[in-house]
């Protein structure tokens, strides 16, 4: 059963440090999207990445978070230093990028507290 | 730019009520539109969708019907039960997997 993976599943950090979330996309997937979702601000689109190529990153804080996808297995979302306000759960998309179909595959969310 | 205006939550029904959840995109163009449900401690999983006016999506007794000439998509289920409770999100997309997402609507199903 194909499923995006994502690590860690919870994370519990000191304002500061770097935090690093790992996605795995579904098998031949070429889309990935990084989503953080707030109960003040819902679902935000932070990244976004087709055949490995990052195409938005608009939504992401420039400054302190950065996003790569060093191969087709695997995609990253680092935080340095992390903040209070960066506490979220981050989620993990993968999309067949074919017409319009749309559909995305979450992964399960990596939850993030910043002390 | 494209938007989705979905009715804020949350939304408290009985077990077997009738589920209405509203909404309205704006888009250029003919996107495609979608409903997401997101359970308790989970991601997002798409629930249906219809790529072209007047089509109709369904699954799970859930039902939404693309409406172009109000820029409707509106979420129908018939009878609800408790194990409906989660958020529902609306969304569309006209290029490739590039989704645009409505706030979310949290829905509560009591016994």
Known sequence: DARVTQTPRDKVTEMGQEVTMRCQPI?????????????????????????????????????RFSAEMPDATLATLKIQPSEPRDS??????????????????????SRLTVL | ?????????????????????????????????????????????LLLKATKADDKGSNKGFEATYRKETTSFHLEKGSVQVSDSAVYFCALSKA?????????TRLMVKP
Request: glycine share 16%.
């Open chain 2, 1 to 45: 730019g494209d938007s989705v205006t979905q009715m804020e939550g949350p939304v408290t029904l009985s077990e077997e009520a009738f589920l209405t959840i509203n909404c309205t995109y704006t888009a250029t163009g003919y996107p495609s539109l979608f409903w997401y449900v997101q359970y308790p401690g989970e991601g997002l999983q």
């Open chain 1, 27 to 63: 098998l031949g997937h070429n889309t990935v999207f990084w989503y953080r979702q707030t109960m003040k601000q819902g679902l935000e689109l932070l990244a976004y990445f087709r055949n490995r190529a990052p195409l938005d990153d608009s939504g992401m804080p420039k400054d």
């Open chain 2, 96 to 104: 490739g997997n590039m989704l645009t997402f409505g706030g979310g």
């Open chain 1, 88 to 109: 979220a759960v981050y989620f993990c998309a993968s999309g067949s990028g074919q017409g319009d179909s749309g559909e995305l595959f979450f992964g399960e969310g």
